[in-house]
């Protein structure tokens, strides 16, 4: 089996390391594709204005100075003499919950597996927020990574379709299990712009993170991971509101 790795926090971050352990229980052939720099927040953004450079580290492990779709674009298209089986992106560093797809960077790539008739899977690791973005403990993802692909490797994907899981921030022994569960809803409405100034005078604004309002709605991502567990979340790329059609259509009737 050929796996194609990437992620959107930089071919040197150590969630990359980590899922490239993961995947090595599966195959040795695996190849590293990722943004040269963080990229998180990138969403499923493509470039198109300026030119993409690509960095060999080795035979299967490159950096391509754009963002994570351009990494699988370059991958796919430029990297590879044949298409991967399964697209992993991630362990991303902090939670990709909720209305955190669209912004995602990780599960994005996932996303340009996934376009590309590939089986793709984002991986995510919760973290504690306080001060510890620098020091992500990935004990969840390390002890689970493995147990939680194994079964998505024969399970049926449909056409355009991936899957996102987000590891607890909890230690190995700490995890309650794995649930299979939608999308919830997180409120980015409340999330702070923090403003200040830079050494030099110039006033800046900064999206903050924190303050966000978790509506922990039955059955969803967010609840799984509040209560212990890993969760798995089918997602599909036609966001269509299929309910709305035949309401909305009437509306056009003259
Ligand atoms: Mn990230």
């Known amino acids: 089996m050929r796996i ?6 930089g071919i040197h971050a150590p969630g990359l390391a980590v899922l490239e352990e993961i995947a090595r229980e599966f195959s040795d052939d695996i190849w590293v594709c990722a943004p040269s720099e963080e990229q998180s927040g990138a969403g499923h953004s493509l470039t ?14 490159f950096a391509v100075t754009g963002t994570p779709t351009d990494s699988v674009m370059m991958a796919l298209r430029e990297v590879m003499d044949a298409p991967p089986d399964l697209v992993l992106s991630g362990v991303n560093r902090g939670a990709n919950l909720g209305d955190d797809i669209t912004y995602s960077g990780t599960v994005s790539a996932a996303i340009e597996g996934a376009l590309a008739g590939i089986r793709a899977i984002a991986l ?23 147990k939680v692909i194994k079964p998505l ?4 994907f449909s056409e355009r379709t991936l899957v996102n ?8 022994d700490g995890v ?8 919830g809803f997180h409120d980015y409405s409340r999330g702070s712009v923090v403003e200040g100034r830079d050494p030099r005078g110039y006033r800046y604004f900064w999206f903050g993170l924190h303050a966000i309002e978790h509506t922990l709605d039955h059955g969803t991502d967010l609840e799984a991971i509040a209560d212990g567990f890993i969760s798995v979340t089918p997602l599909q790329l036609d966001l269509t509101h299929h309910e709305s059609l035949t309401s909305l259509s ?3 009737e003259s």
């Not at 194609?4 to 926090?9: A, C, V, Y």
Request: net charge positive.
């Open 124 to 146: 995510s690791q919760v973290y504690a927020r306080e001060g510890m973005a620098d020091s992500v403990p990935f004990e969840a993802a390390k002890a689970w990574g493995a």
């Open 153 to 156: 490797l024969d399970a049926p």
């Open 176 to 183: 309650r299990g794995i649930r299979v569960v939608r999308q």
């Open 48 to 61: 198109l204005t300026r030119p993409v450079r690509l960095q060999k580290y080795d035979e299967r492990r």
């Open 250 to 252: 009437q509306r056009f």
């Open 4 to 9: 194609l790795i990437t992620n959107d926090d």
């Open 165 to 172: 899981v987000n590891f607890p921030p909890l230690g190995a």
